[in-house]
Every structure is written in structure tokens, then in C-alpha cells.
């Protein structure tokens, strides 16, 4: 990392900080403002107009298109000027008007976007957001603060996740959905508020998973959903698959872990 004043990849009217560091291999657009605590790795694509302030990291081969603004405060009264972070990951796409805080300093202090996520135009990533890996998120996708999403999950145009949310892994919403409970793992949800529809099978299709590991997905949501148990009665079914279906353990432990987990006054999507 060097100081990013004479890079040929910088536009003349980009403002960029002397003490922001940028490797030499990245492009700045015009009149896109960087901050002094930014750092932005090898590869990555900054377009026209954005601001990137605060104390913000950016990773590898990340392409992020115009009229952005990644690191601001966050958008809680409680903020006194800490220090706080935003940090994202490697070959992410960010797409037009995106807004990403840094975190708050009671909970961690960071918000973070993993790897290879593609995130579409005006969406929210409010302070101590924490976001996976290969995630879809459509346009106007909006989580609220200390929102948890796990690796594969795809929020349909128009989500909504009230605060302090977890949306599991390779689960799925559908447009204007309101997630005000948690979403387990695999659940295709739906509504305001959000209902459990079905479970996300073609994405794990696509996703290389074999024929067990989906009739044992199928069977996490016979318990959750179909046979009106209580949420222990089908933890205890849940757990009692991979007897059955031996090359599910990793899926049946990734629900059993989420469910866990489970606020007892927010709960499931149901």
C-alpha cells in the first residue's frame, strides 16, 4: 500500500486523502471522494461520485459502480465518534446507491460484507450488519442494524429485516418481503410479515447438492413446518437425520446451530 496521490488509474477530479491507501492497481471515477482512513486492495473498480469515509477496508477485485457511499456513520443517535469499521471482503459487486455504515461501539463496532456477494442498486447495510458469502441481494434490499445473513442467502427486491434479524444460509425471500423473525437456514420465505413458503431446493440443485442432502432438507421442513411440533419436538427430529441421511450432517448441524440460536421473543419465520 502507498499513498494514493498520482495513481494513473485515479480520475484528475477524484479527491483522495494523502493518508488514504490504495494499491496501485486500483481505478478511482471522477469527483469520487476517499477519506483518510480508507484502505482499498489490489483490483478493485471504484466508479464516479461515491464517498468512502471512516475507517473503511476494502478488499480485493471488488467492483463498486457510481454514486455509492460505503463507511458512514451510522444512523444511531447513540454514536459519539468512535472508531468503528466497515469491512468488505473480496469480489464483491456493488451496484449504484448502495449505503453502508461502519459499526456501532456496542456491538463489535463493525459491519461487515464477505466474499463474492453481489448486491444490486439502493441497498441498506445499516451499523453491525454481518453478511456472508456468495449472497444475492436485489434492489432496495434494506437491513436494519446488527441484521446477521449466512452464506448463499438471496433477498428478493424490496426486503426488509427488521434489527438484530439472523437470515440463515442458502435461504431465500420473495419481493417486498418483512422478515421480523429470524429465517432458518434453506426456508423460502414470503409476505409482510414474512411466511415460510417452501425451501430454496433449486438453489441447492444449483448448488451441487446431491439427492440425500435434499430429501434431508425436505425433512427439516416436514418438522419445522408440516407436522405442527413445537420447535423442540422438531430440533429432536431434526437431529435424529443424519441417521438416516448420513451425508447431511453439515446441513442438519448448520439448522440445528441457527435454531439454537433462536430469540425467544422474535422466533422463526413461520
Not at 242 to 257: F, R, T
Amino acid at each position: 500500500m502507498v499513498a494514493a496521490g498520482v495513481k494513473p488509474g485515479i480520475h484528475a477530479t477524484a479527491l483522495i486523502d494523502p493518508l488514504a491507501q490504495l494499491d496501485s492497481s486500483v481505478s478511482v471515477g471522477p469527483y469520487t471522494v476517499i477519506g483518510p482512513h480508507v484502505r482499498v486492495g489490489a483490483g478493485t473498480s471504484i466508479g464516479a461520485h461515491c464517498v468512502i469515509e471512516g475507517h473503511t477496508t476494502i478488499g480485493q477485485d471488488n467492483r463498486i459502480f457510481q454514486f455509492n457511499s460505503l463507511g458512514a456513520i451510522p444512523q444511531d443517535k447513540k454514536y459519539a465518534g468512535e472508531p468503528c469499521e466497515l469491512v468488505i471482503g473480496d469480489r464483491n459487486t456493488i451496484r449504484e446507491f448502495c449505503t453502508f455504515n461502519i459499526g456501532s461501539p456496542g456491538a463489535g463496532g463493525v459491519t461487515r460484507l464477505g466474499d463474492d456477494n453481489w448486491i444490486m442498486a439502493y441497498v441498506h447495510l445499516a451499523h453491525d450488519c454481518i453478511v456472508g458469502n456468495q449472497t444475492i441481494f436485489a434492489n432496495n434490499s434494506q437491513l436494519a442494524g446488527h441484521v446477521h445473513v449466512g452464506d448463499w442467502a438471496i433477498l428478493g427486491g424490496f426486503t426488509v429485516a427488521h434489527q438484530f434479524v439472523r437470515i440463515g444460509a442458502h435461504s431465500m425471500t420473495a419481493l417486498c418481503s418483512v422478515l421480523l423473525a429470524d429465517l432458518p437456514p434453506f426456508v423460502m420465505a414470503q409476505g409482510q410479515p414474512a411466511r415460510a413458503r417452501s425451501m430454496n431446493f433449486e438453489g441447492l440443485r444449483r448448488r451441487g447438492f446431491s439427492p440425500e442432502r435434499i430429501a434431508a432438507v425436505k425433512a427439516m421442513h416436514k418438522a419445522l413446518y408440516r407436522d405442527d411440533l413445537t420447535l423442540d419436538s422438531a430440533r429432536e427430529r431434526i437431529d435424529g437425520l443424519v441417521q438416516s441421511h448420513p451425508a447431511s450432517v453439515p446441513d442438519v448441524q448448520l439448522m440445528l446451530a441457527f435454531l439454537a440460536d433462536a430469540s425467544p421473543q422474535r422466533g422463526i419465520v413461520r
